[in-house]
């Protein structure tokens, strides 16, 4: 008798069997460096919860965001964990689109999440509606050899003046030396989140109380003058079409005397295996005019589990863990504690092998706390954000302004055309919304 | 008779020639080359074309992150299920265009061409709710539909060029011995349209191997193609070119050596009908 078809029969009812009482999760996540590690460490996960099988969708962030929103705006339910910015959050709670984590578990410790990523989080109804997986600042990245050979000294918290002064001394063209590389790439996440933190330093903001654009105003002709002044004096050739990665291989193939970014930029910098200047790099708070703000932003990479799923349960404990204390332990056990996850919770910057492990640690802290995505600006505004406007127009607008910006760095443009367009398209723009009635 | 090719214009020919190709190609080869950089150098400026230390590290790390296979069976299946299930469309179509023309022939040919000139992201919204509706989301047979969908326009089009180079007097003479309709198509028109069914088949396969909007909005992960795959090593935060120069490379080494085996075909198929 031929037990074959049996066999198999029988092989087969256990294979579905088993892939009937698992539930399967899919995630879509951004292609970072510390998502990457977690999407490694799913084993750990999953041993812990055998029920649960975990389906990851890795992607890059443009394509991500797209993809994500089309998603939820439709209720598509095709993912059951979402990795969204700290931008999205409140657009999207309020919007009905996410879930709020009331169920993260007795060991979750909400309240050791660092205060100023847990306000960016929180709706209006303060409910909890995404967990930070990592956050991060801006801050002042430099070379202390080149500090040195000038005769300079970087205080912890700079101005201004003294950055663009000091830029000035280093820049040796000849050698390929630039004080200074800034973003200059046109895109509400590119040089629109360092030029809008650089203008609340400088008194300026996008919007009145009444949502009118206040790109006509002084505070904004002087920020804008500044920095395209300082990157011709001191900038790299071709800064216009430089982001941040294209930032980061100058700084890291030496070229640049400072560089004013993200802070999680730190653990590449200070990378040997990648950087040049590993061992030559000193850090600053983000510089201020003396007007009572930083020019620091604020972002975290949350995790969030949209409206349309049907395993808010499963979605719930994963969350739990991978933005919990345990995990930030894993990661130091497997890959040291230089790379765990920074910037979400009090308890880390408490932990004196990570403070011993990261020399940035301290720098990466004080830059978030300053950060107060509430009153981003010097004067009073209507809206939540510190590089970015948290209304749904501002990715179409953010990228509009930046690109007369970009083109006012490349000669392009005058500033001021730049910021009379600017001006003209936004308000243009927001009256078409509603917002100016 | 044949024209008399001097040798110096044969030299000049060649160079010429040999140029163009080298620029067309040069893309391809600088991802090849920078999939074999480590990260540092792939950024390295000046960048060193051949004298850098060769490493497989970026491949073994592609390779370790994600499952290649499983893309590379979704795209298989979506561009050769597309393009198949076009051609069944659109080789009656494009006959009856051919051989019984009526006045409204041409409007019917520009007006499937038309279809080809919005941006589709115009209709995302309404083809991803259909897509939500019907269940088709991340599902192969959802992506091989809407890819056959994309690409008949140009399908019925090539082959109603091809068609219209046939002497419609042979399928006449066909159908005269006898021959019904499908047997007209299937053993007289095909067998004698074959150089350019196949380069129409082709180059959809190709189009459809690549097509990079639909087969990453309409799907998450169960029938990601290898367009998904590349756009996974992308990041807007971190060094990155050499690990997406070995994702590219993967992900087109099959059907860059699909296209070199079937290079005569194709070229035949391109240039059916120019010289009789």
């Known amino acids: 008798m031929n037990f074959k078809p049996l066999l198999l029969g029988a092989c087969s009812a256990v294979v579905l069997c088993g892939i009937a009482s698992a539930e399967t999760l899919t995630i879509a996540t951004v292609n970072n460096g510390d998502m990457i590690r977690m999407q490694k460490l799913t084993d750990d996960f999953t041993s812990k919860n055998p029920d649960i099988k975990l389906d990851w969708v890795t992607l890059e962030e443009n394509v991500l965001r797209q993809r994500v929103t089309t998603d939820i705006a439709t209720k598509g339910g095709q993912y059951d964990v979402l990795t969204i910015g700290t931008y999205e959050v409140p657009i999207w709670a309020k919007q009905g689109w996410l879930l709020p984590l009331d169920n993260l578990g007795p060991d979750y410790d909400v309240n050791d999440i660092l205060p100023a990523i847990r306000a960016g989080l929180t709706g209006e109804d303060g409910k909890l509606y995404a967990a930070p997986f990592y956050g991060e600042s801006s801050m002042v990245m430099y070379r202390k050899d080149l500090f040195e050979k000038a005769g300079l000294t970087m205080p912890d918290a700079p101005t201004w003046d003294f950055i663009a002064d000091a830029a000035r001394k280093i820049t040796d063209k000849d050698k390929e030396i630039y004080g200074i590389c800034l973003r200059g790439k046109a895109g509400w996440g590119e040089n629109m989140a360092f030029l809008t933190a650089t203008a609340n330093a400088f008194g300026a903001r996008w919007f009145d109380e009444n949502w009118k654009p206040q790109f006509d105003q002084p505070e904004w002709k002087k920020t804008l003058d500044f920095y395209v002044k300082l990157m011709k004096d001191a900038g790299p050739p071709g800064a216009s079409s430089n982001g941040f990665n294209e930032n980061l291989a100058l700084f890291q193939t030496g070229k640049c005397g400072m560089w004013i970014d993200a802070t999680v930029a730190a653990s590449f910098v200070t990378n040997p295996k990648e950087s040049t200047v590993a061992d030559k790099v000193g850090f600053a708070l983000a510089p201020d005019t003396g007007l009572g703000k930083r020019g620091n932003w604020l972002w975290a990479w949350n995790l969030a589990i949209p409206a349309g799923t049907q395993k808010q349960q499963a979605a719930e404990k994963f969350i739990a863990w991978a933005t919990g204390k345990d995990y930030l332990k894993l990661v130091a056990e497997k890959d040291g504690w230089a790379n765990v996850p920074p910037g979400t919770r009090t308890s880390l910057y408490e932990n004196p092998e990570y403070l011993k492990a990261a020399p940035f640690a301290k720098m990466t802290l004080d830059s978030i706390n300053a950060a107060d995505p509430k009153h981003p600006a010097v004067k009073p505004v209507p809206y939540v954000g510190v590089q970015f406007v948290a209304i749904p127009e501002f990715q179409g607008l953010g990228t509009a302004v930046g690109q007369q910006f970009s083109a006012a760095l490349a000669g392009q443009t005058s500033v001021d055309q730049a910021l009379q367009n600017a001006q003209q398209l936004t308000t243009r723009e927001m009256t078409k919304a509603g917002y100016i009635k | ?276």
């Open chain 2, 1 to 276: 008779m044949a024209r008399n090719v001097s040798s110096q214009r044969k030299i000049v020919n060649t160079v010429v020639a040999w140029t163009i190709g080298i620029l067309i190609f040069f893309p391809i080869l600088w991802t090849f080359l920078t999939s074999f950089k480590t990260e540092a150098q792939a950024i390295a400026s000046p960048p060193s074309l051949l004298f850098f230390d060769w490493t497989f590290e970026n491949y073994f790390e592609v390779q370790a992150r994600s499952d290649y296979f499983k893309h590379f069976m979704n795209s298989v299946a979506i561009s050769f299920g597309s393009t198949l299930l076009g051609l069944i469309i659109a080789i009656p179509a494009a006959w009856a265009m051919a051989f019984a023309p009526t006045p409204k022939t041409k409007d019917v040919l520009m007006w499937m061409l038309s279809t080809k000139m919005m941006p589709p992201v115009g209709v995302l919204v309404p083809m991803y709710l259909l897509f939500r509706n019907t269940g088709l989301l991340d599902t192969r047979i959802g992506l091989v539909m809407i890819l056959t969908l994309i690409n008949l326009p140009i399908i019925v089009w090539m082959l109603y060029t091809y068609f219209k180079e046939i002497p419609g007097e042979i399928l006449e003479a066909a159908r005269m011995d006898g021959a019904s309709l499908a047997k007209e198509i299937i053993y007289v028109l095909t067998p004698m349209a074959v150089p350019g069914i196949a380069s129409t088949l082709l180059l959809n396969i190709i189009l459809a191997w690549n097509e990079a909007f639909w087969t990453l909005n309409l799907t998450a992960s169960k029938a990601a193609p290898l367009t998904a795959f590349i756009a996974s090593y992308s990041s807007p935060e971190g060094l990155f070119y050499a690990k997406l120069s070995a994702a590219s490379t993967m992900a087109i080494a099959p059907i860059l050596i699909l296209g070199w085996f079937s290079q005569k075909q194709l070229v035949r198929g391109l240039t059916f009908g120019a010289v009789k």
